[in-house]
C-alpha cells in the first residue's frame, strides 16, 4: 500500500525557518519523483518544488527559488523541504506528491499525502 505522509507544519513568523518532511511506504524514492505542492485558501493547488528519482535533479517555482530547498534521504525513503525567509504568502497546506517525472502538475500526479498545514504569521 502506498502512503505519503507529511510531517513538520505549524505555526512561524515571517522570517522564520521549517523543514517538511514526506515518509514514503510502498516505493522507493528511486521509483518516482517526489513533488511538493501547496494550496492557499481560495486558490488552486500549485507546484512548489520537485526531486527527480533518478539523479535527484531539483526544480523550484520562481515564488521559492533562493528560499526552499528540497532533498531526500533514500535510506530513510524520505523526502524533506526546507523552507527559510518565509513570507505570510507562503501560508498554505502543503502536500507531498509522487509524479512519473517532475512536471509539477496535478494532473500527472500519481499519489498525494494528506497535507500539512503552514501558517505564516506575526
Known amino acids: 500500500q502506498v502512503q505519503l505522509v507529511e510531517s513538520g507544519g505549524g505555526l512561524v513568523q515571517p522570517g522564520d525557518s521549517l523543514r517538511l518532511s514526506c515518509a514514503v511506504s510502498?516505493?522507493?524514492?528511486?521509483?518516482?519523483?517526489i513533488a511538493w505542492f501547496r494550496q492557499a485558501p481560495g486558490k488552486e493547488r500549485e507546484g512548489v518544488s520537485c526531486?527527480?528519482?533518478?539523479?535527484?535533479?531539483?526544480s523550484y517555482a520562481d515564488s521559492v527559488k533562493g528560499r526552499f530547498t528540497i532533498s531526500r534521504d533514500n535510506a530513510k525513503n524520505t523526502a524533506y523541504l526546507q523552507m527559510n525567509s518565509r513570507k505570510p504568502e507562503d501560508t498554505a497546506v502543503y502536500y507531498c506528491a509522487a509524479e512519473w517525472s517532475c512536471l509539477l502538475s496535478t494532473s500527472f500526479v500519481q499519489y498525494w499525502g494528506q497535507g500539512t498545514q503552514v501558517t505564516v504569521s506575526a
Open positions: 526531486i527527480s528519482s533518478g539523479d535527484g535533479t531539483t
Open positions: 510502498g516505493f522507493t524514492l528511486d521509483y518516482y519523483a
